[in-house]
């Protein structure tokens, strides 16, 4: 049953990357920002946690972006990053980063974001039957297919920069 607010387009879990190695961490944050800016997703730090441990820092990075599709349908991309062990090291004059990185991407609908169908019962049980049966189709076909597809580009941008195999999808 597709309700108002948040639809998981996958398991609630999401999608994630784990990589242990070198890295340029500018680089890729700077890259996840462009690529929503091009996809025009308003984007924002929502959470970044450092702390010195016996090896190395541990750092928690979590990013939100959001974009309004129409007056009722938002997409949604979550990514929330956890290094441990990560240390500044020097390769061919370059100041990159080691450590074990996690990374979790998590995508959702946001469905009625304007909160205009929570208004009474009856507008709420409307709401369920609007969802459920007249744009049901649409939410499965259009909305979830071209989130589904934003994720999974963000995805391999990610693990393109990391070095990492990448999947493609479709012709």
Do not use: C, P
């Not at 090291?89 to 609908?109: E, H, P, Q, S, T």
């Not at 391999?156 to 990492?164: F, M, Y």
């Amino acid at each position: 049953m597709i309700t108002r607010g948040q639809n998981f387009i996958m398991h609630n879990t999401g999608i994630k990357i784990q990589q242990k190695g070198i890295y340029d961490l500018k680089d890729l944050l700077k890259t996840i920002q462009v690529f929503f800016e091009e996809k025009k997703y308003t984007f924002q730090l929502s959470e970044t946690q450092d702390k010195a441990r016996d090896k190395g820092y541990e750092l928690i990075i979590g990013m939100k972006s959001d974009r309004d599709v129409d007056d009722y349908v938002r997409f949604h991309i979550d990514i929330h990053m956890l290094i441990i062990e990560m240390e500044k090291v020097k390769v061919k004059n370059k100041n990159l980063d080691r450590g074990n990185m996690d990374i979790n991407f998590k995508a959702y609908l946001y469905l009625d974001y304007k909160n205009r169908w929570n208004k009474n019962f009856m507008s709420r049980f409307l709401n369920l039957i609007y969802n459920n049966y007249i744009i049901k189709t649409k939410i499965k076909t259009e909305y979830e297919r071209n989130l589904y597809i934003d994720l999974i580009d963000l995805h391999n941008l990610v693990k393109e920069r990391l070095g990492l195999y990448t999947h493609y999808y479709g012709a």
